[in-house]
């Protein structure tokens, strides 16, 4: 069964600190995508990043991050320098086993993140 | 805006109805998902059709039902509607029918609430 795990329920930081979510994934399969996904107080689901299983390279957009390490299954997500514009519930999300085009993500419970001004 | 369109933004019944929730795909996306979003189970897979037919299921309950047309827009059918039933429903779209996992995107969600 695929499982993920984000710990941290709810996060509060004052502006300007850096801040990092953490994300804990469980599979089986050696062929599968991790991805985070933001949902801000207006309730849309917003694509950040998707990884490979293949590729453990870090990633970083701007002030975004993403820390991908197969020996400890997880993938986390920093924000540096972080604005009241990143107050949002962050999801961490995983597929595998894609046959014929069939995907499931599998989403963690998300974390609340509140930067406060 | 991802592109894709949910329809109604909210929706209030009661016990026992049932209810459709619309959705419209991005252009040319080709697969429409759909997942429950509630406080107590988080963000569930339901279903996925691809091009008119059904690709994976999720925890979807008997009561409930979808179906992709030709023009590619889905509707998710509720019946029997139960207050555990209230939650925000989300569609979402993507392009890919094989190969490497694609990005789906989102609606802004059909908030269900069942008095």
């Known amino acids: 069964a695929q499982k993920v795990t984000q710990a941290q329920t709810e996060i509060s930081v004052v502006e300007k600190e850096d801040v990092t979510l953490d994300c804990v994934y469980e599979?089986?399969?050696?062929?599968?995508?991790l991805f985070w996904y933001k949902q801000p107080p207006s309730g849309e689901l917003v694509f950040l990043i998707r990884r490979n299983s293949f590729d453990e390279q870090n990633e970083i957009s701007g002030r975004y991050s993403w820390n991908f390490q197969k020996s400890t299954s997880s993938f986390n997500f920093t924000i540096t320098a972080s604005q009241v514009v990143d107050s949002a519930v962050y999801f961490c999300?995983?597929?595998?086993?894609?046959?014929?085009?069939?995907?499931?993500?599998?989403f963690g419970q998300g974390t609340r993140l509140t930067i406060n001004p | 805006d991802s592109g894709v369109t949910q329809t109604p933004k909210h929706l209030i019944t009661a016990t026992g109805q049932r209810v459709t929730l619309r959705c419209s795909p991005r252009?040319?996306?080709?697969?429409v998902y759909w997942y429950q979003q509630s406080l107590d189970q988080g963000l569930q897979f339901l279903i996925q059709?691809?091009?008119?037919?059904?690709?994976a299921k999720g925890n979807i309950l008997e009561r409930f039902s979808a179906q992709q047309f030709p023009d590619l827009h889905s509707e998710l059918n509720l019946s029997s509607l139960e207050l555990g039933d209230s939650a925000l429903y989300f569609c979402a779209s993507s392009a890919v029918a094989g190969g490497p996992a694609g990005e789906l995107f989102f609606g802004e969600g059909s908030r269900l609430t069942v008095l």
């Open positions: 252009s040319g996306d080709l697969s």
């Open positions: 999300a995983l597929t595998s086993g894609i046959i014929q085009g069939a995907q499931k993500l599998v």
């Open positions: 599979t089986r399969d050696t062929t599968y995508y």
């Open positions: 059709y691809y091009n008119g037919e059904e690709r």
